[in-house]
């Protein structure tokens, strides 16, 4: 059997959570079934009507959502754009909600009122996936074309907030260019394996059409929406999307996500060394807030609420570093596993990659090697046992024949291992680990790495740290151990926390 590719493997796996051509089909009859239904209706705020998608349908990296450790259902986003003189945001989002409820199926699908959409729920059926359609209430903004007003509705009172969707998209178009070659190949196969719903080549619609861009884009919300599963303050699309758009440079999958996160990792890594960053008008650090501007409406932060809850930046930067430690892990293996997303190719052609460290650390002493360190990441996430690690810890203690610098590192990796794996240090061992402080008092990693093994780290140590050893500092898995040690203000950007 030929061997397939990284780029081929990972094109599999992501295949297989985006929307089938027969669920893309059962979602463009319902979405076009309700639009002509709104563009039929009588409005008492207006009487002209532009029904069209956002979000990930239009842009193209739409996935199967994943919730409570199982696929669920798709969602589609659908903005109902009214044309009127003074209407109030409470009497369109209600001539909206009302000209749905004039249908009998949609009223019996329509879920309560949301803050800015009403919901439409199509339940799955014939073991086909259901659908959420949400349906966006909207008014052109006065001389600010293509720009849009949507309702909001904060408790009792509804009030108008800015938004561009068909800006974002044209943005998003020119930034995702495909050749003629691309649109063809895929066509033949969606068409070949589909015959059943196309009749020809040309039948197959362009929003099937899938960039590496796209790929991994859908790849990204996949993974984070695994890793954030039972877990709250997930980023939300749009920033994965318009970073990695931002950074795309025409790569493949593999290389546009970790350029990705190479690109947040290296932010994140000046902000906590120096406290500022040059703007670039992608992640940007400004008057101690994060702002991530909206390539289609200057005035709109995306990242605004980082602001009001700091655990949100907190959880982004820590997801970033786990995407960064699987791909980095899948490049090696070639092992879908590695991935982590709750998806797999149908061929392997690897072995999962704590099994590739293992056999490469299976005798001798291994030092305080990039591998060792990945090795002790592993562990934290589950993927290999604790016993392990430990006894590849303990042989670097063991066995460690140069002196002084790389003794005292092999234990303070065993020590890191002890706290990670719930064992925890013994008097003794914190006793050792002080003297271990004071021999190397002028060495910040010593500094920094030592006062986390004993719960006293600050911020200073971890600024001054980066500064001495760079960025791959944050890297290092003893700062997970970071977590109620640093102030605030710090802590809240360490991204290894978890």
């Given at each position: 059997?030929?061997?397939l590719?990284?780029?081929?493997i ?14 893309f089909?059962?979602a463009?009859r ?29 842009l193209?990296?739409?996935?199967r ?17 009214i ?45 086909r ?16 074309f293509?720009?849009i007003?949507?309702t ?8 108008w ?35 059943e ?34 877990r ?36 994140l ?22 702002v991530?501007?909206?390539p ?13 809850k ?37 061929q ?38 604790w016993?392990?690690?430990k ?33 925890g ?6 006793t050792h ?33 980066i ?12 700062t997970?151990?970071a ?13 290894a926390?978890?």
């Amino acid at each position: 059997m030929e061997m397939l590719s990284k780029e081929e493997i990972l094109e599999h796996v992501i295949a297989s959570i985006d929307i089938s051509p027969t669920d893309f089909e059962s979602a463009r009859r319902r979405y076009s079934a309700v639009a002509n239904w709104l563009e039929g209706g009588e409005y008492l705020s207006g009487d002209t009507t532009d029904i069209y998608l956002q979000g990930s349908f239009r842009l193209g990296t739409v996935i199967r959502p994943y919730r409570n450790s199982q696929n669920v259902d798709y969602d589609i986003d659908q903005v109902c754009e009214i044309k009127g003189e003074g209407t109030s945001a409470r009497q369109l989002k209600h001539d909206v909600g009302d000209r749905l409820k004039e249908n009998g199926d949609y009223k019996r699908m329509l879920d309560d009122e949301g803050r800015r959409c009403w919901t439409l729920q199509y339940a799955s059926s014939d073991g086909r996936p259901g659908f959420h359609l949400d349906v966006l209430p909207s008014r052109p903004a006065n001389g600010l074309f293509p720009h849009i007003e949507i309702t909001h509705k904060g408790g009792v009172n509804y009030v108008w907030r800015s938004s561009n969707p068909k800006g974002y998209y044209q943005w998003f178009k020119g930034r995702n260019a495909f050749g003629e070659r691309l649109l063809e190949n895929q066509r033949r196969a969606i068409f070949a394996a589909n015959l059943e719903l196309y009749e020809s080549i040309e039948d197959v619609p362009k929003r099937m059409i899938r960039t590496p861009l796209q790929r991994s884009i859908q790849l990204m919300k996949r993974h984070r929406d695994v890793y954030f599963d039972g877990r709250g303050n997930s980023p939300i699309s749009i920033i994965l999307t318009t970073i990695c758009t931002h950074q795309h440079q025409g790569h493949g999958i593999l290389e546009t996500i970790k350029g990705f996160a190479d690109y947040v990792a290296s932010r994140l890594a000046v902000v906590l060394s120096e406290g500022f960053l040059p703007i670039d008008n992608v992640l940007d650090y400004q008057n101690g807030k994060w702002v991530i501007k909206n390539p289609a409406d200057e005035n709109e932060n995306f990242a605004d609420r980082w602001a009001d809850k700091p655990e949100l930046a907190e959880s982004f930067f820590a997801w970033v570093y786990q995407l960064r430690r699987d791909i980095g892990a899948f490049k090696e293996s070639s092992h879908t596993r590695d991935l982590s997303l709750a998806a797999y190719a149908s061929q392997e052609c690897g072995i999962p990659y704590c099994q590739v460290l293992l056999n490469n650390m299976s005798h001798g002493p291994v030092g305080s090697s990039e591998s060792f360190l990945k090795l002790i990441h592993q562990g934290i996430e589950g993927k290999v046992t604790w016993d392990q690690v430990k006894e590849v810890a303990w042989r670097n203690v063991n066995q460690e024949s140069e002196p002084y610098i790389s003794k005292d590192v092999a234990w303070v990796n065993y020590y890191q291992v002890k706290i990670h794996s719930g064992t925890g240090l013994s008097d003794h061992d914190k006793t050792h680990v002080r003297d271990i402080l004071r021999n190397r008092s002028s060495d910040p990693a010593f500094v920094l790495c030592c006062n986390l093994l004993l719960g006293s780290a600050t911020a200073p140590m971890l600024q001054k740290c980066i500064r001495s050893r760079g960025e791959d500092v944050l890297s290092w898995p003893i700062t997970r151990l970071a977590k109620g040690q640093l102030s605030e203000n710090s802590r809240m950007i360490v991204p290894a926390l978890r």
